[in-house]
């Protein structure tokens, strides 16, 4: 079946990064856009590899999501992702202080390695179901840095699905703006 406008081979495809520290939530997000299912426990990911076909304002794109896994030592292999990836979506955990000053090393990464400002990136503060008890990052402090970041700036759960469509959606908006 061949609709209008060409086949599959057509769609748009965008690179997506998914960085951030160990345990912030980086597998759940990603699982959660691509297959509306909340993963509890916690597999360590080495990195994984989702794609999803999705239509964000009206154009239909194929999302290749790059999960990666949460330790910040520098490989070949993250350089080389670094490079390739047209979009990044930093994750920080609102119950993990140390996963948010993180989020900043993550960002001179990206710069670093594409010699640019100009990187659409997402700054993501998950886990805002736990907020009533575990907050210890304040949604002030990520609308600060995603400002100096200059980026926009989510507070996401991925167990309850809160804004994580619109992390997505709004990274490709960020990517097309710059294509």
């Keep these: 079946m061949s609709g209008p406008a060409g086949s599959s081979g057509s769609l748009r495809r965008y690179r997506i990064v998914v960085l951030g520290d160990g345990g912030v939530g980086k597998s759940a ?17 080495i990195e994984d590899a989702y794609q999803q076909r999705t239509v964000i304002d009206s154009e239909p794109c194929l999302l ?8 910040v030592e520098f490989t070949a292999m993250r350089e080389q992702y670094m490079r390739c990836g047209e979009g990044f979506i930093i994750c920080y955990s609102i119950t993990e202080r140390h996963s948010f000053n993180e989020a900043v090393e993550y960002r001179n990464l990206i710069t670093k390695v594409r010699a640019s400002e100009d990187v659409p990136v997402i700054l993501v503060a998950n886990k805002v179901d ?24 989510y507070e996401t759960s991925a167990a309850h699905r809160r804004h994580v469509d619109d992390v997505f959606h ?3 908006r960020e990517i097309r703006k710059r294509s």
């Design 170 to 172: 709004t990274l490709v």
């Design 29 to 45: 997000l990603t699982l959660q856009y691509v297959q509306h299912n909340f993963i509890d426990y916690h597999d360590p990911t």
């Design 64 to 71: 290749d999501i790059l999960d990666t896994a949460g330790q």
């Design 130 to 153: 736990l907020e009533a008890t575990m907050r210890s990052v304040d949604t002030r402090e990520g609308e600060d840095l995603a400002e100096k970041f200059g980026c926009p700036f």
